[in-house]
């Protein structure tokens, strides 16, 4: 067994120029990455200044691409390409890499044949081991003659040469919808080198698909961990790099996306480890994803009249403040299983957050079975952990920098982290109120962009499934939603990606300088009398349009008493064979928030996505009707 996996991405999947991407994929944590000449060729230093460069960065250059259309060419065309190949060995030796990828020929004059394509490689591998560089061979999933892996590997068995040898690429092979396991078959050191990507199942011409959709490990739909199990299964201790051409990505900020890639990378070669744990991968053991149990608080920064506002609006939805922090300026509310805690410091995240974003959820708590693990699993997956000095009386809960700045932390039945309430709150029991039991959703939002970053986040860290995607209308513009779910739906998180500013989704990301979480959905068992309750309390439910309770009537087999009683509460509705969801929204919360009352079945699975456009239409009219002043 040779040293540890080593990580790698080629430099293509990100944005920005070289040095840029360097800086990038370096702070992400990979060892090295793939070359591409064209990174190069735009950069001013020669071939051995980019390599220093690289070297300078800590990383090493694992494999120098592409080099195209080589084998099977007649004369002259085929002196010619050994001579390219041969100007591509000195770069490769001024570069300081031994590794070149020649991807299988697409060239209209390539004759094919297994036979002399062996043939052009055993001679390419004498004049590469004169050089003490070796070559690898892959199949592209559109390659003229070689379309397949099991091809290109006979085609390197014929070759029969030492520096000659295989490279497989996730997509290519599931991409074709070839079977993986077909690869176990290759002897591990003949494969030189592993190429990942995952991509969304979209059926679509496999060049374009590949060249504008991949996306990392986890975050499309290809079984990659199947793959890899594979490849581990020959032996292979290469490194394991991600090669993703994606459009979004190469759009976006490098250091996300380059963290993004050596977050999936390590969640996936964790995920070969559990699915087959006789194979031999040589990586650090990791903490197993996150059993989340539900939410433990929701924490607001505020100030001043902001504050007094939240207040007011946390009594008409019938929270009670059930404590004060022993030395902060923060209390906690509280109804059911819902905790809110209201945080008024001056210094530390709550107060940095305020400045930034005005009243604005700072901070989020998850019930989870160990919180040390949790952390533990999170700074594996190259998450920044949240360190805050914890001040007189107060403990330290394990915590984890999220996406956008926020933070996420971690309690457990541990005996002082089951105890925070009362050590540092002296937290009386929790009221009734109005029904409220518990959260049964958050609504996070961020651009398009960055969607696939957060279901990331929540996938790898946590036991957490994708649901669907919707498409939500808002009148000026797409929002894109996707829920991420723990198992036992205990913790519900729902993200929305803004197209643009126009829509609400929009409007609040650029209103709250890139603040996540937009709405929280509290669950009630009878969204009647809740709202019945909180009605003399003050609340005001966002206003339905009467068209929209006709239309349900058209819709559903409900009774006439039933509609009139949601129309009375502006209460919107869906079904989903069978089981029921009642939801109502306030006009507003805390600013630039707003909160949801849901009533679900047990086998409802949805957030009521078909009145998503209902809703929005009327918090718009709703805020511009506060828009204009009043005469
Ligand atoms: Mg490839
Ligand atoms: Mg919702």
């Known amino acids: 067994m040779s040293g540890k996996l080593k990580t790698s991405i080629a430099t293509v999947s990100i944005s920005g120029n070289l040095r840029e991407k360097l800086e990038a994929i370096a702070a992400a944590g990979f060892d090295g990455l793939e070359i591409f000449e064209a990174d190069f060729i735009a950069d001013h230093g020669s071939p051995r200044d980019v390599g220093d460069l690289v070297r300078d960065h800590g990383l090493e250059i694992t494999l120098f691409q592409p080099f195209r259309d080589f084998e099977t060419l007649p004369e002259p065309a085929r002196s010619k390409a050994f001579d390219r190949a041969e100007r591509k060995f000195d770069v490769m030796q001024e570069l300081g890499t031994e590794l070149v990828l020649i991807c299988s020929s697409v060239h209209p004059a390539s004759l094919g044949g297994i036979e002399r394509a062996a043939d052009d490689f055993h001679e390419l591998g004498e004049r590469a081991a004169k050089r003490g560089l070796r070559v690898g061979y892959e199949a592209l999933a559109w390659g003229r003659h070689i379309n397949d892996h099991r091809d290109a590997w006979e085609v390197v068995r014929r070759a029969d040469h030492p520096n000659i040898g295989l490279i497989v690429d996730s997509f290519h092979t599931l991409g074709r919808k070839l079977d993986p396991d077909s ?173 930034a974003r005005g009243t604005c959820v700072c901070d989020l708590g998850l019930v989870v079975a160990n919180a040390k693990s949790a952390v533990d699993r999170a700074s594996a997956l190259g998450a920044d952990v949240f360190l805050q000095p914890a001040g007189a009386g107060e403990l330290a809960i394990p915590a984890v920098r999220g996406l956008s700045g926020s933070v996420l932390h971690f309690l457990d039945d541990s005996s002082d982290l089951s105890q925070v309430w009362q050590l540092e709150f002296s937290a009386e029991p929790a009221p009734a109120g109005a029904g409220l039991t518990h959260i049964d959703h958050i609504a996070q939002t961020m651009s398009y962009e960055e969607m696939l970053s957060w279901s990331l986040f929540y996938t790898a860290l946590f036991d957490m499934t994708k649901a669907p995607m919707f498409d939500v209308i808002d009148p000026d513009g797409l929002v894109r939603s996707q829920a991420v779910e723990a198992a036992n739906c205990s913790v519900r998180v729902t993200l929305n990606g803004a197209d643009s500013h126009r829509t609400l989704a929009g409007t609040f990301l650029a209103d709250s300088f890139g603040a996540s979480v937009q709405h929280i959905a509290f669950a009630t068992s009878n969204v009647f009398e809740t709202l019945e309750q909180l009605a003399e309390r003050g609340f005001e439910t966002l206003p339905i349009s009467p068209n929209y309770y006709d239309d349900l009537a058209a819709r559903f087999d409900l009774s006439d008493d039933l509609i009139k009683r949601m129309q009375a509460k502006s209460i919107l509705y869906d079904q989903e064979d069978s089981a029921e969801f009642f939801q109502a929204y306030s006009r507003s919360f805390g600013g630039n928030l707003f909160i949801e009352i849901v009533q679900r079945s047990p086998k409802y699975k949805g957030y009521g996505a078909p009145n998503a456009p209902f809703r929005i239409a009327a918090q718009k009219r709703l805020s511009r009707a506060k828009g204009v002043p009043k005469t």
């Open 183 to 355: 690869i176990r078959s290759v002897p591990g050191d003949k494969i030189f080198f592993v190429q990942l990507a995952d991509a969304p199942l979209i059926e679509m011409d496999l060049l374009y698909w590949s060249r504008h959709f991949r996306n990392m490990p986890g975050e499309g739909d290809l079984d990659v961990t199947r793959f890899m199990q594979a490849v581990m299964a020959t032996g292979y201790d290469g490194p394991v790099s991600l090669e993703i051409f994606n459009d979004q990505f190469r759009g976006g900020n490098p250091r996300t996306i380059a963290k993004d890639g050596y977050r999936s990378l390590v969640a996936l070669m964790d995920d070969v480890t559990r699915a087959e744990p006789d194979l031999s991968v040589n990586m650090a053991v990791i903490p197993p994803r996150v059993a989340a149990q539900g939410f433990s608080f929701v924490e607001f920064a505020t100030r001043g009249a902001e504050a007094d506002a939240l207040r007011t609006d946390l009594s008409s939805l019938g929270f009670e403040k059930v404590g004060k922090h022993r030395s902060k300026a923060a209390s906690l509310w509280q109804q059911g299983d819902i905790r809110i805690v209201v945080n008024e410091e001056t210094k530390g995240h709550a107060a940095s957050s305020w400045h």
